[in-house]
């Protein structure tokens, strides 16, 4: 069985920084792509950030240039790095992985971490 554990959310100023980790637990797996979204009340989950298992990456036009995500395959880990935060960030972050089984491969989704840009 699978978890992934996510941490580093939390209330922020307009402008500053957040690094949010998301740690895969468990044995006998490997990790495809791993990706962030994000969600306020009433809307769908966007994409924010995806990585691949090679280290390519995409994001959303809106956090280009100020997100930075990225993976340590060795620990299962995943990083957002979140600079120049704006209030229209705020959300329920969510990690995303795509893992790899003997059997196949599945997805599967952390609990979600607030993340609030207010002043």
């Known amino acids: 069985q699978v978890q992934l554990v996510e941490s580093g959310g939390g209330l922020v100023q307009p402008g500053g920084s957040l690094r949010l980790s998301c740690a895969a637990s468990?044995?006998?797996?490997?990790?495809?792509?791993m990706g962030w979204y994000r969600q306020i009340p009433g809307k769908q989950r966007e994409l924010v950030a995806a990585i691949t298992s090679s280290g390519s990456t995409n994001y959303a036009d809106s956090v280009k240039a100020r997100f930075t995500i990225s993976r340590d395959n060795a620990k299962n880990t995943g990083f957002l790095q979140m600079n120049s935060l704006k209030p229209e960030d705020t959300a329920v972050y969510y990690c995303?992985?795509?893992?790899?089984?003997?059997?196949?491969?599945?997805?599967?989704w952390g609990q979600g971490t607030q993340v609030t840009v207010s002043s």
């Open positions: 468990g044995s006998g797996f490997s990790i495809n792509t």
């Open positions: 995303h992985a795509n893992i790899g089984f003997k059997i196949g491969y599945y997805e599967y």
